[in-house]
C-alpha cells in the first residue's frame, strides 16, 4: 500500500511539474503567478470556512482590535486637521466681509460727494477744478473717482473671496460631518 501512495504520489508530482512548466511556457511568468496565487487565496478560504475553532476565531478577532486604534488615530488626526481649516477659512471669510463692510461705507459717503462734483464740474462748464473730501482729505475729482473705482474692485474682490469660502466651508463641513460619523462607527465597531 506504501508503494501504490509512493507511486500515486511521484505520478502526481510528475504531472503537476509538466501543468505548471506548460502554463509557464504558455502563459508567461506574471500570469502563472497570478493563476497560483488565485488557487492559494481559494484554497485559504475554503479552509478557512471550514474552521470552527474559537481560538482561530479569538485571533482573527485580537488582530481586527489591533487595527482599530491606528484607524481611529488617522481619522481623529484627518478630522483634526480639516477643522483647523474649517477655522482658517472661517477667520478669512469674516476679514473678506469686514473688507466688504468696510468698502461699502467708504462708497456710501464718497459716491453721493462724487455725484455732487460732477454736478458743480459741470456748472462751471469743465473748466474749473473741482474737489472733493473724503476721510478728512481732500483731493481732485479724477482723484476721486480713481479712488471709488478701486474701492468697488476691492469690495467685489472681497465679495468673491467671502463667497469662494463660504462654499468651501460648506463642503469642508460635510467632509467634517462624515469623519466624525466614520470615527463614532469605528468606536462602536471596536468596543463591540
Avoid: W
Avoid at 487565496?41 to 470552527?52: F, K, T
Avoid at 476679514?95 to 461699502?104: F, K, P, Q
Amino acid at each position: 500500500m506504501i508503494k501504490t501512495l509512493f507511486k500515486f504520489g511521484a505520478i502526481a508530482a510528475v504531472g503537476i511539474g509538466v501543468l505548471g512548466g506548460g502554463a509557464l511556457l504558455l502563459a508567461g511568468p506574471h500570469r502563472t503567478k497570478a493563476v497560483i496565487h488565485k488557487f492559494h487565496d481559494d484554497v485559504l478560504e475554503r479552509i478557512d470556512e471550514c474552521i470552527d475553532d474559537p481560538t482561530a476565531l479569538r485571533s482573527q478577532l485580537q488582530e481586527l482590535e489591533r487595527e482599530y486604534p491606528e484607524r481611529i488615530a488617522q481619522v481623529r488626526g484627518d478630522l483634526a486637521e480639516l477643522n483647523e481649516q474649517i477655522r482658517q477659512l472661517e477667520r478669512e471669510r469674516a476679514i473678506s466681509d469686514r473688507v466688504v463692510a468696510m468698502a461699502e461705507d467708504d462708497l456710501a459717503k464718497l459716491e453721493p460727494q462724487l455725484g455732487e462734483a460732477v454736478a458743480r464740474k459741470a456748472g462751471t462748464g469743465g473748466d474749473g477744478v473741482v474737489l472733493v473730501s473724503f476721510d478728512e482729505r481732500v483731493t481732485t475729482f479724477d482723484r476721486a473717482r480713481a479712488q471709488v473705482q478701486r474701492i468697488r474692485n476691492t469690495r467685489l474682490a472681497y465679495g468673491n473671496r467671502a463667497a469662494d469660502a463660504q462654499h468651501d466651508l460648506a463642503y469642508m463641513r460635510q467632509q467634517a460631518d462624515r469623519l466624525q460619523e466614520l470615527l463614532l462607527q469605528l468606536e462602536d465597531e471596536r468596543a463591540q
